[in-house]
């Protein structure tokens, strides 16, 4: 287990430190830095997916393919990279990853 150790001012009446134990179940479900994903459309690298907050998923670029009008093709998570394999316009779905994953 973790400690936090809060410091208090003398003036207040505290005059030594309080730990408070944090548990490591606790600690996992914060999110404490980005996690970042290698994004690949038929094995060609089109950038980096960085997941900023806690709701967000690598699975999420499957929604926003299909907002494009993509269905055909299959999304794989595999460590820290995100592979997609399609035949339907795999030049423009690299474009569109590409640009979108730039402005993230």
Not at 14 to 31: E, Q, R
Not at 36 to 52: A, P, T
Not at 61 to 73: A, Q, R, S, T
Request: aromatic share 10%; charged share 25%.
């Amino acid at each position: 287990m973790e400690r936090i150790y809060p410091a208090f001012p003398v003036s207040e009446g505290f005059n030594g430190l309080i730990g408070v134990p944090l548990s490591n179940s606790a600690m996992n479900d914060v999110k404490m830095s980005s996690d970042v994903y290698e994004v690949f459309v038929n094995h060609d690298k089109v950038g980096e997916k960085v997941l900023l907050t806690q709701a967000e998923k690598p699975e999420d670029i499957h929604e926003l393919l299909k907002d494009y009008g993509f269905y055909d093709f299959k999304l794989n998570v595999v460590g820290n990279s995100i592979e997609i394999e399609t035949n339907e316009q795999p030049q423009k779905m690299k474009e569109i990853l590409s640009s979108y994953l730039a402005i993230r």
